[in-house]
């Protein structure tokens, strides 16, 4: 199994970035997908989750409104659009992978993923 991250990058306050994460080797629509997000000194923490379907979607209650969770399961991609970015969202970025089999369950906890993507950088300035 693979994830593979991407679209990180530098971007000044208030500009946007679309992360995308393609995965391999797995059945995709049998995983509810996630995103989370590493900053320096910092624990990881939960950014968003969308489920098998993509009917049901969590966002970190801080993130409601500038962030957007996506998947194409013909493209077997999960994306995270950005918008309105600050500084404080600088961090590595990783998706994750849940084996959901069919139910509906948005996982926020990282060790009940089972597969994660390398990360990557998402920088902020202001």
């Known amino acids: 199994v693979q994830l593979q991250a991407s679209g990180g990058g530098l971007v000044q306050a208030g500009g946007s970035l679309r992360l995308s994460c393609a995965a391999s080797g797995l059945t995709f629509s049998l995983y509810a997908m996630g995103w989370f997000r590493q900053a320096p000194g910092k624990e990881r923490e939960s950014v968003a989750a969308?489920?098998?379907?993509?009917?049901?979607?969590y966002y970190e209650d801080s993130l409601k409104g500038r962030f957007t969770i996506a998947r194409d399961d013909a493209k077997n991609t999960v994306y995270l659009q950005m918008n309105s970015l600050k500084p404080e969202d600088t961090a590595v970025y990783y998706c994750?992978?849940?084996?959901?089999?069919?139910?509906?369950?948005?996982?926020?906890?990282?060790?009940?993923?089972?597969?994660w993507g390398q990360g990557t950088l998402v920088t902020v300035s202001s």
């Open positions: 969308i489920n098998w379907s993509g009917d049901s979607t």
């Open positions: 994750a992978a849940y084996l959901a089999r069919y139910s509906g369950r948005l996982p926020s906890r990282s060790d009940e993923y089972k597969y």
